[in-house]
């Protein structure tokens, strides 16, 4: 069936379907949404089962400094809970499963400082960066031409902290720090606040889950846009 628009948004995930309806909302321009899934979401996806409620297989959490995603939330009557925290950690690292109360599954000092040394050098590199123009940092040839592995077995004295900077390039970035552009993984630290807001729950990037789950924003964001968004 042939079907007219002024304006065609190819794909339907929480991106596309904020252009689309700003587009449409906003200034009145005819919008079509395609998807290639049976569903919208993209990267949020969440499974409902009477067994379980419901859980997020993509993207889940949300806190400071993301304003976007939360306003957008709160526009189409999303809201968000606290991640509980209390109690000790559980960490399945470097082979081993530990649990323990604080920042570290380490009593050795060493290693503490080590950490903190490599989280501020991190910083300090990352906040260097212009988040709008990376490219224009004053050594962004040089970073650009290094991975984030290379960096990190450049300034780590020790194998734990190595090893604990992959471990929340990981859960940031989904992908090995040898494949990963150091002048990008900077700026990504930038644009998040730091590595503290990456890495850590509390008033950082793990704060905060939707509740009924993240999917519910693309949801109910293809609802007002009322039959104007295409899945196959």
């Not at 592995?149 to 604990?164: A, H, N, Q, S």
């Amino acid at each position: 069936m042939e079907k007219k628009a002024d304006v065609i948004v190819i794909g339907g995930g929480i991106s596309g379907l904020c252009a689309a309806l700003l587009l449409h909302k906003k200034y009145g321009i005819d919008v079509l949404v395609l998807e290639a899934r049976d569903r919208v979401g993209g990267r949020t996806h969440t499974v409902v089962d009477p067994r379980i409620k419901y859980v997020d297989l993509g993207g889940a959490y949300v806190g400071p400094t993301q304003n976007r995603i939360l306003r957008v939330a709160k526009e189409v009557g999303v809201e968000t809970y606290k991640v509980y925290t209390k109690g000790k950690e559980i960490e399945q690292f470097n082979g081993r499963r530990s649990t323990f109360c604080g920042d570290f599954s380490t009593w050795n000092p060493i290693a503490m400082l080590d950490y903190y040394s490599c989280v501020r050098t991190l910083d300090e590199m990352s906040f260097s960066v212009p988040i709008h123009a990376p490219w224009t940092a004053e050594k962004a040839l040089e970073w650009d031409s290094m991975t984030a592995k290379e960096l990190f077995d450049k300034i780590c004295w020790t194998t734990y902290v190595k090893k604990r900077m992959v471990q929340i390039l990981h859960d940031a970035m989904a992908a090995e720090p040898q494949d990963i552009s150091l002048l990008y993984y900077l700026w990504y630290l930038n644009s998040a606040g730091g590595v503290k807001r990456i890495a850590e729950t509390e008033n950082a990037g793990q704060e905060r889950k939707f509740v009924g789950g993240s999917q519910q924003i693309s949801n109910r964001i293809k609802e007002k846009l009322k039959g104007k968004v295409k899945m196959f």
